[in-house]
C-alpha cells in the first residue's frame, strides 16, 4: 500500500496551502483530477522528493519513505514536458531508464519501443521525433523504470485516441502485473475513465474521493 497521510505543504510562506490524503493499493491505478494550479504537480514532486512536506508521512509497505533523496526513492516519473535529450537516439533516451551503461539496442529498450510501435525509430534522434512520438518514448523509459510507484502526468497528451488506447491498455497490463501503485494526472476523461479504479479531485488545496 501506498499511503499518503496528512500531507502537507505551502508555497510564499503558507499563503497557499495543500493537505493531501489518499491510499493506492498494489496494482492499483488512481485518477488526479483538477483545474490547472490546483497541486496535482505540487502531491508529485512531494512523492518524489523533490519537495519537502511541512508535516505528514508517506509509506510504502508500511515504511517512510521521506528520508530518502530523490535519486533513492522507489518512484518512477513521467512529467508533462517529455525531457528527452534532443542530441540522443531514441535508444539511447529509454536506455536512460535502466541506468548508465545501458546500450541503446539492449533487448529490454528494443521491447519497450516495440510495444509503443517505435521499434523502427531505434536509431532516429529524439529532435526528429513528432511529439506524440516523444510521449511514447518518455512513457517506454519511465514503464522500464520499474519501480513499485508509477506517476503519470498527462502520459498520453499528443496521442490521437487510436494511438493512445492500446497504450492505455498497455499501461493498465504493466502495472497490474508489477503491483505498481499508479497515480494518473489527465485533463483528458477518456483517460481517467479508462484507466482508473478509483478518483481523487483536488479541491481548495484538499484531495477528495469522488464518487463512483
Known amino acids: 500500500m501506498l499511503e499518503i497521510d496528512r500531507l502537507t505543504f505551502s508555497y510564499d510562506g503558507g499563503k497557499t496551502g495543500f493537505a493531501f490524503d489518499m491510499s493506492i493499493k498494489p496494482g492499483e491505478i488512481v485518477g488526479l483530477i483538477g483545474p490547472s494550479g490546483a497541486g496535482k504537480s505540487t502531491l508529485f514532486?512531494?512523492?518524489?522528493?523533490?519537495?519537502?512536506?511541512?508535516?505528514?508521512?508517506?509509506?510504502?509497505?508500511?515504511?517512510?519513505?521521506?528520508?530518502l533523496p530523490p535519486e533513492q526513492?522507489?518512484?518512477?516519473?513521467?512529467?508533462?514536458?517529455?525531457?528527452?535529450?534532443?542530441h540522443l537516439s531514441t535508444g539511447a533516451n529509454v536506455a536512460l531508464g535502466l541506468g548508465g551503461g545501458t546500450?541503446?539496442?539492449?533487448?529490454?529498450?528494443?521491447?519497450a519501443l516495440d510495444q509503443m510501435g517505435l521499434s523502427d525509430m531505434i536509431?532516429?534522434?529524439?529532435?526528429?521525433?513528432?511529439?506524440?512520438?516523444?510521449?511514447?518514448?518518455?512513457?517506454?523509459?519511465?514503464?522500464?523504470?520499474?519501480?513499485?510507484?508509477?506517476?503519470?502526468?498527462?502520459?498520453?497528451?499528443?496521442?490521437?485516441?487510436?494511438?493512445a488506447?492500446?497504450?492505455r491498455d498497455l499501461v493498465a497490463q504493466m502495472v497490474r502485473a508489477n503491483n505498481w501503485r499508479n497515480i494518473v494526472v489527465s485533463?483528458?476523461?477518456?483517460?481517467?475513465?479508462?484507466?482508473?479504479?478509483?478518483?481523487y479531485r483536488?479541491?481548495?488545496g484538499r484531495t477528495v474521493l469522488e464518487a463512483r
Not at 523533490?50 to 508500511?62: C, Q
Not at 526513492?73 to 534532443?86: E, G
Open 103 to 111: 546500450k541503446a539496442n539492449d533487448e529490454r529498450v528494443v521491447a
Open 73 to 86: 526513492r522507489p518512484v518512477s516519473i513521467l512529467f508533462q514536458s517529455d525531457n528527452l535529450f534532443d
Open 123 to 163: 536509431n532516429r534522434r529524439a529532435a526528429r521525433l513528432s511529439g506524440g512520438q516523444k510521449q511514447r518514448v518518455a512513457l517506454a523509459r519511465t514503464l522500464l523504470r520499474n519501480r513499485p510507484i508509477l506517476l503519470l502526468d498527462e502520459p498520453f497528451t499528443g496521442l490521437d485516441n487510436k494511438t
Open 165 to 167: 488506447a492500446p497504450i
Open 202 to 204: 483536488i479541491e481548495d
Open 187 to 199: 485533463h483528458q476523461a477518456d483517460d481517467i475513465k479508462a484507466l482508473a479504479d478509483r478518483t
Open 45 to 67: 514532486d512531494l512523492i518524489a522528493g523533490f519537495l519537502e512536506p511541512a508535516s505528514g508521512d508517506i509509506r510504502l509497505a508500511g515504511r517512510t519513505i521521506l528520508e
